[in-house]
């Protein structure tokens, strides 16, 4: 029976007596003993239904306790029930296993296990009847193998009785979460130990880690890379990170970059790379060398590709190697980079642009006249003059690039373009500025000195296969003026047109002499005082069949190279001899043959024998020979060079020193050398009239010059202004555009015809 129903019940017959007592209020005549009779039969009559009431619930609930001990029979987690007072008891048989009842046990028996059973878990029946009730209770017990086994109990009351109640209780076994719990707990513990001798590790070892999935433009940065880069945050973007870095280093960087996007986690090295970069926590903080060690190829726990290492303090590292460096990588005077450092950074420069599809611009310098330096000021100012030089350069390197001594007064400077197609203007403005800055060199003891320099300038990495062939170019652009004062030239391919390769043009240069496509023009040396012909300069020209001339200012330095250029001067002397002699056949006044000497062909051992055989051969005296040599000879042997000129010298022929002021010599080292003749270059005579400077030095060549009994002239004269100059000099002679270009032996028969029969020149 319900027990709402067993309520509306009792209602009812309260409610009957509260109208019992009405109707005696209501109804005063009636008799008490009737009155008494009546009620004595409603409280019999409502007790007894009381009771019978309470006595069918009381049957009932019997009937469901039984229904329930079935159920339970059935399930098979453990479960029990029990009275507080362990009165009654069933349990099933997981609980039997539980508790290791057999099935011959005695019920005492079980009443004496579950006690132990709630004892084991602290608790008597009657407390465990008041702590279980309604809730779930995690217990550990050991089970007859005597493994621990963890039970969550959940506990409902099924019956209160008089003397005891009677409980249902049923377990979940939860052994597995317990013990994945535990070690989940065990590991987070230990996790946190190896984490904290972890962070100490890292803080001791002062390594920083930089983590960053491939997909994300982010880096995770562990506490201490967050001090290297000064930051608060535990990550930062790439594009943050590549501001911190030295501005030389950024290229590399990117490089870096493009690789890691481009890394699939297939083809992933799984070597690690190292990458060397200047970091700076913060602006007017100074740079920090640092070593990143990464991997490409880890994966994150989700999967996903993570490229990370670790950041390494190297700088006590590099300062040492800086020192090594410094000794084998810079140059001494202008403690700039010198030649070895510009081929090895060079080469790299060019490697990354490659890869990166950037560029950058290779400008090589050549401060113009710096001999003059040298010779007026003397070698510790030239040093001062080239150190500043070399500090101007270095402000043009602060966004990237690097700048190099490549010799003497040669420098190369590297600059990042960082435009999207190439700025074909940076070499161009770089240069402007340079010279511009250039100005503030003339100042103190340098205030009478104009000083500017000529240029060559090729685009890396797309004037040549290489760096080394990038920056030949660009000394060939160079080369293209050789002479020109504020001379600047971009590399074009077509200044290649004539040559179109070193291989090829070797060949053609070797077919060319075997088939002897050459062809001597000449040049007439005149007189100043006289202006009458007194030489002539016998000037290769390269012919190709198809008409094509090419100018031994190209091919000649490939024939010196490659060794040909014996053949060629051979060709030239005998040539020259044998037209200078027919000259004189003809009966033409004697001029004196000039032929340009290559260095190489100065050190040939029979170079006496081979000039006195040819004049033997046509039949001409050796004073009306001259041989040109340049001032490279000095670079050589000079002992083997002054005996080598001694002897040619004392066979009568005469001696010029060409292109005097161009190389590295002074005027100290012509004394050493039986010069006849002093050969100013064309670079002195372009300026002359306007530059005061230069005025001086010529004339001071020309003094001293005399002082030693050696003859002097100009080359390149072109105007009446410069000769008339350098005639009041006392230069004796002058070879310029002014008096004749080079030209055919017939056009410089007819001027000798002139010369002869008395007529001036115009
Ligand atoms: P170099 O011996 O100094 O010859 C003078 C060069 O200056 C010639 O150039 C000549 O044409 C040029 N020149 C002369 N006067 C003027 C002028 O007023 N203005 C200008 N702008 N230029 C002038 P070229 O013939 O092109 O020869 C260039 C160089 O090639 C020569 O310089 C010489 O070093 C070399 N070379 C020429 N022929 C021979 C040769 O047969 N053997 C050797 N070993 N070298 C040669
Ligand atoms: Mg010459
Ligand atoms: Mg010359």
């Known amino acids: 029976m319900r027990k709402n129903t067993i309520l509306w019940i009792e209602l009812f017959f309260a409610v009957l007596s509260i109208w019992v007592l009405f109707m005696v209020g209501a109804y005063p005549d009636i008799s008490m003993v009737a009155l008494r009779i009546y009620i004595i039969a409603l409280i019999v009559i409502t007790v007894g239904m009381v009771m019978a009431v309470r006595y069918y619930q009381s049957q009932h609930s019997s009937v469901d306790i039984d229904r329930i001990c079935e159920m339970v029979r059935h399930i098979e987690v453990p479960a029990f029930i029990w009275s507080d007072d362990l009165s009654t008891m069933y349990t099933n048989e997981a609980m039997d296993d539980l508790l290791g009842i057999g099935e011959s046990e005695d019920p005492g028996d079980t009443a004496v296990l579950l006690s132990n059973f709630f004892h084991s878990l602290g608790l008597s029946p009657r407390d465990a009847a008041d702590i279980l009730n309604g809730k779930t209770y995690d217990s550990g017990i050991l089970d007859e193998d005597g493994d621990k086994r963890y039970i969550s109990w959940t506990t409902s009351m099924l019956k209160q009785g008089s003397h005891a109640t009677l409980y249902f209780s049923i377990g979940f076994e939860t052994t597995e979460l317990e013990e994945a719990k535990q070690s989940l707990t065990a590991y987070a513990q230990s996790l946190a130990k190896s984490q904290s001798r972890y962070a100490l590790s890292m803080k001791l070892s002062g390594i920083g880690i930089l983590l960053c999935e491939s997909v994300h433009d982010i880096y995770y940065v562990s506490p201490e890379a967050q001090q290297f880069l000064g930051i608060n945050s535990d990550h930062i973007s790439f594009v943050e990170f590549r501001k911190k870095l030295h501005p030389e280093d950024r290229m590399l960087f990117d490089d870096y970059l493009n690789k890691i996007r481009s890394t699939k986690p297939s083809n992933a090295s799984s070597k690690p790379r190292t990458l060397e970069l200047r970091i700076r926590a913060a602006a007017g903080r100074p740079y920090v060398w640092y070593s990143y060690h990464y991997h490409e190829n880890l994966t994150a726990s989700n999967g996903s590709p993570i490229i990370g290492g670790a950041l390494i303090d190297i700088t006590i590292e590099k300062n040492k190697d800086a020192t090594i460096e410094r000794l084998a990588f810079m140059d001494a005077i202008t403690e700039i980079a010198n030649r070895n450092k510009l081929m090895h950074d060079g080469a790299e420069t060019f490697r990354l642009c490659q890869n990166m599809g950037t560029y950058c611009w290779i400008i090589v310098l050549d401060i113009d006249r710096f001999h003059i330096v040298n010779d007026s000021y003397g070698y510790e100012n030239g040093d001062k003059i080239l150190k500043n030089f070399a500090h101007i350069l270095c402000k043009y390197t602060a966004s990237g690039g690097f700048a190099a001594r490549v010799s003497a007064d040669n420098f190369a400077l590297v600059l990042h373009d960082y435009s999207d197609h190439g700025d074909e203007e940076l070499p161009g403005r770089t240069l402007e500025h340079i010279r511009a800055d250039m100005t503030t060199l003339s100042c103190g003891e340098f205030s009478n000195l104009s000083l500017s320099c000529s240029a060559g300038f090729a685009r890396i990495p797309t004037d040549g296969h290489s760096f080394t062939e990038v920056l030949e170019h660009a000394e060939f652009a160079l080369a293209m003026g050789k002479g020109e004062l504020s001379y600047v030239m971009g590399y074009d391919a077509n200044m290649h047109r004539e040559i179109v390769s070193q291989g090829e043009m070797e060949k053609e240069l070797a077919n060319a002499i075997e088939q002897r496509h050459f062809q001597l023009y000449y040049q007439p040396k005149v007189d100043l005082h006289s202006k009458k012909i007194m030489g002539a300069e016998a000037l290769i020209r390269w012919i190709k069949p198809d008409g094509t001339r090419i100018s031994p200012n190209v091919f000649i330095p490939i024939a010196e190279k490659t060794g040909m250029i014996s053949d060629i001067s051979h060709f030239v002397l005998c040539e020259a001899c044998e037209q200078n002699a027919l000259w004189q056949q003809m009966g033409l006044t004697p001029i004196v043959m000039s032929i340009n000497f290559a260095s190489g062909d100065f050190y040939q051992a029979n170079v006496c024998d081979v000039v006195q055989d040819e004049l033997y051969r046509v039949g001409m005296q050796p004073k009306w020979l001259e041989l040109e040599l340049t001032e490279r000879l000095a670079l050589g042997d000079i002992n083997y ?94 070879q310029g555009y002014l008096y004749g270009k080079p030209m055919p032996a017939l056009d410089f028969q007819k001027r000798l015809e002139i010369n002869t029969y008395g007529k001036e020149l115009s």
């Open 641 to 734: 060079t002054v005996q080598q000129m001694n002897a040619l010298r004392d066979m009568g022929i005469l001696l010029a020193m060409d292109d005097f002021g161009t190389g590295y010599s002074s005027l100290s080292y012509i004394q050493l050398l039986p010069l006849t003749l002093l050969k100013l270059d064309r670079s002195f005579i372009i300026e002359i009239v306007t530059d005061t400077v230069a005025q001086e030095i010529v004339s001071a060549v020309i003094k001293i010059a005399k002082s030693m009994n050696i003859e002097t002239i100009a080359e390149g004269v072109e105007y009446e202004d410069q000769a008339e100059l350098l005639r009041n000099m006392g230069c004796d002679y002058i």
